[in-house]
Structure formats: structure tokens, C-alpha cells
């Protein structure tokens, strides 16, 4: 087992999913309210697949164990 870099800039990623459909995409899930989507390259796309982070309460700087979780 070995770890790698996928990708980067998130704030507390808590899933990671790639897609089955051939697209060689995948979706990682932020605390803070975000899901992103990566192309086949590990590039983030530019706006999340999807932003629920305005109906959450806000995190505190000690990451407690609220927000988007898996």
C-alpha cells in the first residue's frame, strides 16, 4: 500500500468516489459543504458539482464533527 497526491486545495475532504460510468471521474466530498469533481487528470473542475455549504452551520477552527460527513 502506498499513499499518492490525488489532488489538492480542499479544506477537510471526508469521501472520495470514483465513478462508475467510464468517465474516469471522480468525486470528493468537503466538510464544509462541497462536492468536487475531478476529470480523468486530477484536475478539480472550477465550481463544485454540487454546494450545500450556505445551509450548514459554520465549522469551527478545531474541525468538530459537523458539516458534510460521510
Do not use: H
Not at 12 to 33: K, M, W
Amino acid at each position: 500500500m502506498a499513499l499518492e497526491l490525488v489532488s489538492e486545495g480542499f479544506v477537510s475532504p471526508v469521501g472520495f468516489a470514483y465513478t462508475n460510468d467510464g468517465t474516469e471521474r471522480a468525486f470528493i466530498l468537503d466538510q464544509v459543504g462541497q462536492i468536487w469533481i475531478l476529470d480523468r487528470q486530477g484536475n478539480r473542475l472550477s465550481t463544485p458539482f454540487l454546494d450545500v455549504s450556505a445551509k450548514l452551520v459554520q465549522l469551527n477552527v478545531n474541525f468538530d464533527e459537523r458539516g458534510l460527513l460521510v
